[in-house]
């Protein structure tokens, strides 16, 4: 028996899978509540100590041990640019897909209101962006000069003009900061160059931000170096599409992850125009990509939620799923949850409405992950405009996340993130095969793909549900 250890840091739970390599099986899984504010050891070691109860394997058999953490809110940034469809753009594509939330985003010259936002945001990583290489200059500088002069302690990426960013490291050095400099996210307006600045990100993860959430005493317990949870995500769902050279994958997928604080997006699909004839304006897309929504959490945002869908629509959803019976008020129940996040739906009632939420969730979420079509009228007609990354014809689409796992209906949540003839403009997936992760083993098969694909990929593959949208 070769036993995998493979364990999340979560900002709720802290989760461990075992797995037997030799048999590519799931053997246990066990949680604790995550022990961020006195010591991470002690949530880890009460997980790992239910494990081996439930669990038969000794210390001599385990052959790996890896990690990913969100513990404290996970890894946050603030993302400083310079024209926010362009430079600023390129930025927030770099920590997302480093496995980041994005905090805030600023374009143009910051002022001192901004950096007052910035310091109270306790950010664990600013990236300052701005100007192609051999462009614009003064704006990169004077927001650079504005962070020398504040209250900022933590690491700051500088991924812009690369005229002035030893400059620039030189003013923050000389100011008492920490700076980190890496190629320009956007180069030329043609072309964005993102890796470099993800890399950076993740060193400077694992330097900074994990001895600070009280990782010393584990570090070296682990094999690698321990990931943000969501870039472990997103290498499970570049993994589960595209397959390796000896196991196929499912081919193109969106994956969607509901959660009590964000709904998360990843997304792996080829980048083409709607049709031969659509005219491809923006930034150019990336094949692999991942959008976080902050105010999309079904606990932390319900009322948002609330707010953004209204009350008409979330009771409608409610009692269609619930044959007719009486719902609970969509109204009343958002603020309860407001007021206390960790709720559990105590009723079928309240259980339905929160499936209500998380649909709503994705559906807004996924429109602002999808990429949208304009129609524009020019000198020989009308022509179709496509902003963003076309998902319509995209293969497969999986939930993960404890609605998935937990929640009613969980089919009605992966439903609404599908093509709807009311926003007929937003390139959602039209007609793909559906799954859930029931096993919640998304971010584990990631963290296990880094040594092991082809058998993280089959271990995957095993545990995927399939359901019917067609309803």
């Known amino acids: 028996m070769k036993v995998y250890l493979l364990v999340d840091f979560g900002s709720t739970y802290t989760k461990i899978t075992a797995v037997d390599l030799d048999a590519e099986a799931v053997i246990g899984r066990a949680q604790s509540p995550t022990t961020v504010k006195t010591d991470l050891a002690i949530g880890f070691h009460k997980a790992l100590d239910e494990l081996r109860l439930t669990c038969e394997f000794e210390e001599k058999d385990v052959c790996g041990r890896y990690a990913s953490s969100s513990a404290a809110g996970g890894l946050k940034m603030a993302a400083i640019g310079l024209v926010p469809d362009l430079t600023l753009s390129a930025a927030r594509r770099a920590a997302l897909g480093a496995g980041a939330k994005v905090v805030g985003t600023y374009g143009y010259e910051i002022d001192s209101a901004i950096v007052r ?56 050095l000389t100011a008492g900061k920490k700076p980190y400099v890496t190629k320009n996210v956007l180069p030329s307006v043609t072309e964005v160059d993102i890796e470099p600045s993800q890399n950076q990100i993740r060193e400077i993860f694992i330097e900074h931000i994990i001895k600070a959430k009280g990782f010393d005493e584990l570090k070296d317990y682990f094999d690698v170096a321990v990931l943000p949870t969501p870039k472990a995500s997103l290498i499970a769902a570049e993994l589960l599409a595209d397959g390796t050279k000896d196991e196929s994958g499912i081919g193109s997928l969106l994956v969607v992850e509901v959660g009590g604080a964000t709904t998360n997006i990843h997304s792996v699909a080829n980048i083409e125009p709607f049709t031969h004839e659509t005219v491809v304006r923006g930034l150019p897309e990336s094949r692999v990509s991942r959008t976080v929504e902050g105010d999309l959490g079904i606990r932390y945002n319900a009322r948002t939620i609330f707010e953004l869908v209204g009350e008409a629509p979330l009771r409608l959803l409610a009692e269609t799923m619930s044959s007719g019976r009486e719902a609970c008020d969509p109204g009343a129940y958002t603020l309860l949850l407001n007021e206390t996040v960790e709720y559990i739906p105590q009723t079928g009632a309240e259980s339905l409405m929160d499936i209500a939420l998380a649909a709503s969730a994705v559906g807004i ?3 602002r992950h999808a990429g949208t079509l304009k129609t524009e009228f020019t000198a020989v007609g009308e022509i179709n405009i496509q902003y963003g990354k076309n998902l319509y014809n995209i293969k497969n689409i999986l939930g993960t996340g404890g609605i998935f796992r937990y929640g009613a209906r969980p089919e009605m949540v992966l439903k609404n993130a599908l093509f709807s003839a009311q926003t007929p403009w937003s390139l959602k997936p039209l007609a793909p095969a559906a799954y859930l992760d029931e096993d919640y083993l998304f971010y584990a098969m990631g963290l296990l793909s880094q040594e092991h694909p082809d058998a993280a990929l089959r271990i995957m593959k095993k545990h995927l549900k399939p359901v019917s949208l067609d309803f």
Do not use: F, Y
């Open 117 to 172: 936002e910035i310091e109270d945001a306790d950010c664990d990583i600013i990236m300052l962006c701005g100007g192609t290489n051999g462009g614009n200059k003064k704006v990169i500088l004077h927001n650079a000069e504005m962070l020398a002069n504040s209250r900022v302690t933590c690491p700051i990426l500088v991924c812009g003009n690369s005229v002035v960013s030893d400059q620039i490291r030189d003013l923050l």
């Open 365 to 367: 979420a996924v429109e």
